[in-house]
Structures are given as structure tokens and as C-alpha cells.
Antibody, heavy 122, light 110 residues
Framework: EVLLVESGGGLVPPGRSLRLSCAAS????????MHWVRQPPGKALEWVSG????????AYADSVRGRFTISRDNAKTSLFLHVNSLRAEDTALYYC???????????????WGQGTLVTVSS | QSALTQPASVSGSPGQSITISCTGT?????????VSWYQQHPGKAPKLMIY???KRPSGVSDRFSGSKSGNTASLTISGLQAEDEADYYC??????????FGGGTKLTVL
């Protein structure tokens, strides 16, 4: 069974940083690209970032480029998102999602975690 | 980049069919057949319902179908059931390894 478990969220003041983690199991982690998708409370989904199986291809949404950094540790089957210079508009539930296609960055998410909540407020 | 445009809400009675549209531009939906649709029930993670415009993942009911014409993709749900009541999001590849979601549509089954 594929399992994605996010952690690392919390309440932080504007300008601070956090590291979000996603522990993956139930599939061959280093075969697949992975993504972060966020959802502000009561609002729509927003794709944030994706990373290919070997970290060779990384992409970011314009809204987070330069402030967020995605990474992965295939040996530990874990995905990370370093979120810096946090703003109120970054407040959201952050989901870890598995890419449906093996290898490079794909376009579809076939498994999702339950999310970790990041609240940016003073 | 602005979100893909979806109607805020649609509704239908049990047994009826409904269609949710997802409008992009000639730079995203119009040129890439890489549109997907996700269903999200309240408090739950999204679920992939359609990928590559028309394909259904294993386990998804054939009451769900996808299509595309020009810059607009569509999700059709036939034989509406109470459990179809949820939020639906489209998502498209928009180039440079990036993806864009729609604003979401709330489906109400009357």
C-alpha cells in the first residue's frame, strides 16, 4: 500500500523558515518523481514544486521560486520542501504527491498524503 | 500565471449528467493533451479521476469521462450519484515542467 506522510508544518511568523518532510512507503521511491501541492484553507489547489527521480529536474511555481527549495533523499525514501521567507499567503495545507509516471517529472498525481498545515501569522 | 478557469459551482439531480469546463489558453490547455481532473471530498486528499484528457485510472468509474476542444477541457459525470458530490479540479501542463490547477468547481447533487 502506498503511504505518504507529511510532517513539519506549524505556526510561524512572517519571514521565518520551515522544513516540510514527506515519508514515503509502499512503492519504489527512487523510480518516481514527486511533487508538493498546497491548498489554502477553503481555497483551490496550487501546484508548488516537482522533482524527478534522481533530482536531475526540478521545477517551481512562479509564486514560490527563489523562496522554496525541493529535495529528496532516495536512501531514506523521503521528500522535503524548505520554505523560506514565509508570507501570510503561504498559509496552506501542504500535500506531498506521487507522480504517476516513472522517471522524469510528469503531469499527474496518483497518490497523495493527508497534508501538513503551515500557518504564517504574527 | 492565473489559475485555469472553472465554474464555481454546478449541480444536478441523481441519474442526470453534468459537465464541468476548464478553460485555459493556447499556451497550455490548447496545445498540451496533458490535462487531469481530481475529485476532493471535504477534509480529504484529492483523488485522480482523469489523466491525459480522456484516460481513467484503474478503479475509477466509467461514469467519469474527459474531453477537450480548443482551449477548454471538460469533465462529464453521467448517472450522477450522491457520492459524486465533491469539489473537482482540473490541472494542465503549462510548459517548462510546470503545472497549473483550475480554481475548482463545487458539485452539488440535488
Amino acid at each position: 500500500e502506498v503511504l505518504l506522510v507529511e510532517s513539519g508544518g506549524g505556526l510561524v511568523p512572517p519571514g521565518r523558515s520551515l522544513r516540510l518532510s514527506c515519508a514515503a512507503s509502499g512503492f519504489t521511491f527512487d523510480d518516481y518523481a514527486m511533487h508538493w501541492v498546497r491548498q489554502p484553507p477553503g481555497k483551490a489547489l496550487e501546484w508548488v514544486s516537482g522533482i524527478s527521480w534522481n533530482s536531475g529536474t526540478i521545477a517551481y511555481a512562479d509564486s514560490v521560486r527563489g523562496r522554496f527549495t525541493i529535495s529528496r533523499d532516495n536512501a531514506k525514501t523521503s521528500l522535503f520542501l524548505h520554505v523560506n521567507s514565509l508570507r501570510a499567503e503561504d498559509t496552506a495545507l501542504y500535500y506531498c504527491a506521487k507522480d504517476m509516471t516513472r522517471g522524469s517529472l510528469g503531469y499527474y498525481f496518483d497518490y497523495w498524503g493527508q497534508g501538513t498545515l503551515v500557518t504564517v501569522s504574527s | 500565471q492565473s489559475a485555469l478557469t472553472q465554474p464555481a459551482s454546478v449541480s444536478g439531480s441523481p441519474g442526470q449528467s453534468i459537465t464541468i469546463s476548464c478553460t485555459g489558453t493556447s499556451s497550455d490547455v490548447g496545445i498540451y493533451n496533458l490535462v487531469s481532473w481530481y475529485q476532493q471530498h471535504p477534509g480529504k486528499a484529492p483523488k485522480l479521476m482523469i489523466y491525459e484528457v480522456t484516460k481513467r485510472p484503474s478503479g475509477v468509474s466509467d461514469r467519469f469521462s474527459g474531453s477537450k476542444s480548443g482551449n477548454t477541457a471538460s469533465l462529464t459525470i453521467s448517472g450522477l450519484q450522491a457520492e459524486d458530490e465533491a469539489d473537482y479540479y482540473c490541472c494542465s501542463y503549462v510548459g517548462s515542467d510546470t503545472l497549473l490547477f483550475g480554481g475548482g468547481t463545487k458539485l452539488t447533487v440535488l
